[in-house]
Structure formats: C-alpha cells, structure tokens
T-cell receptor
Framework: AQSVAQPEDQVNVAEGNPLTVKCTYS??????LFWYVQYPNRGLQFLLK??????LVKGSYGFEAEFNKSQTSFHLKKPSALVSDSALYFC??????????FGRGTSLIVHP | DGGITQSPKYLFRKEGQNVTLSCEQN?????MYWYRQDPGQGLRLIYY???????QKGDIAEGYSVSREKKESFPLTVTSAQKNPTAFYLC????????????????FGSGTQLSVL
C-alpha cells in the first residue's frame, strides 16, 4: 500500500524567510509525486509534480520541490515566503495503482 | 477550478435523510474521485471511477453510494447510514494516460460543505 506522511501539522515562517514543508512517501515502484495548495473553503490547486528527470522541480508561485529517492522525500520549498502563501498544503503520491494518496496536510502560516 | 463543477456549495442534511452531491466535469476525463476532508485528517478517498458504468470503493465507502452513468457526471449520495456526515467533500478528475509527457494531475472542484441539522 502507498502512503504519504506530512510530519508537521503547522509551519510558521516570517515573511521574506525561506520555507520548507516536509513530505515523505512509501510506494511500490517509481513514484509520481504532487503538491497541492488549498485556500479556505476551496478545492485543491495544483502546484507542481515530479514524474521523472531532474530531482528539483519548479512549480507555480515560486515554489519548488526536491525529490530525494534515498530518503523517500519530496519537500516543498520557497526561497522567500509571502503572507499570501498562507494556506493548507497537501503532498500526494501516485504509485502502482491509479489512485492518488494524500497526506494529512500542513498549514503554512507566514507572519508579516 | 479546472472545469469541474460541484454543487451545491453548502448543504444541510436532516437526520435519516439521504442527500446527493453533484459533480460535473467538462474535461473529457475518464477517471473521477470523491474525497472527504475533515480537519487534521487530510483527504480520504470515498469512491472512484475509472470508466463509465464502473466504480470502486475507496477507504471510507460505508454510508455512501455513487453512480457513473455518464462520463461527465459522478454524483455522490450520502445515505442515512452515514452517521457522521459533516465534512467538506471534494470531487476530482484526472486523465487516464500515465505516460511521461501526460499532464497527470488531479483537477478538483471547489467542494461542498455538508452539515447536519
């Protein structure tokens, strides 16, 4: 069975500082990995994905994520956080099945 | 929200009542999914369908039912057997192709908040 762990329920960061939201996964075979963002009372919006190729993936709104196969991690990063980045972030994995599995989500709070 | 429409945005259910949440997509996607979102629990899969007239139970299917009579539509019924239905429900769809160049990702609707009266 595939699974995703987001070890932090909440991440706090000051505006202008770099941010990291952690994600580790477990899956059979090669993983397809995704990050989504959710604003209050809205659906999820796609940020970025890793399918194959470069381990550093760049996505929307200045976000990027680094795929690390040996550590089975796919951490989301941004060099300089904005207050408007405050939202709920979900990591997801797609393995041998066609069914994506989501983490529990991490609430990112960026302080002015 | 990516060509997927969920309605209504808010829904209230009385005790013993069945209610149906609508999900329609115009993306020509074969696969559709229903997720339930509770605070601190992330998204949990209720049902999914990879083709018309076929669907499979997810992790928390008890108390729910679905149909997939048309490619565009995947309604979810919350039955009276679901004793704790209050949650945010998200519908999603995805294209079937898993090739490297395919744009594999889920497209989500804007969600339905279901509450119990």
């Amino acid at each position: 069975a595939q699974s995703v762990a987001q070890p932090e329920d909440q991440v706090n960061v000051a505006e202008g500082n770099p941010l990291t939201v952690k994600c580790t996964y477990s899956v059979s075979g090669n993983p397809y990995l995704f990050w989504y963002v959710q604003y209050p009372n809205r659906g999820l919006q796609f940020l970025l994905k890793y399918i194959t190729g470069d381990n550093l993936v760049k996505g929307s709104y200045g976000f990027e994520a680094e795929f690390n196969k040996s550590q089975t991690s796919f951490h989301l990063k941004k060099p300089s956080a904005l207050v408007s980045d405050s939202a709920l972030y979900f990591c997801a994995v797609l393995g041998g099945s066609y069914i994506p599995t989501f983490g529990r989500g991490t609430s990112l709070i960026v302080h002015p | 929200d990516g060509g997927i429409t969920q309605s209504p945005k808010y829904l209230f259910r009385k005790e013993g009542q069945n209610v149906t949440l609508s999900c329609e997509q115009n993306l020509n996607h074969d696969a559709m999914y229903w997720y339930r979102q509770d605070p601190g629990q992330g998204l949990r899969l209720i049902y999914y369908s990879q083709i018309v007239n076929d669907f499979q139970k997810g992790d928390i299917a008890e108390g729910y039912s679905v149909s997939r009579e048309k490619k565009e539509s995947f309604p979810l019924t919350v039955t009276s057997a679901q004793k704790n239905p209050t949650a945010f429900y998200l519908c999603a769809s995805s294209p079937p192709d898993r090739g490297v160049d395919a744009n594999e990702k889920l497209f989500f609707g804007s969600g339905t908040q279901l509450s119990v009266l």
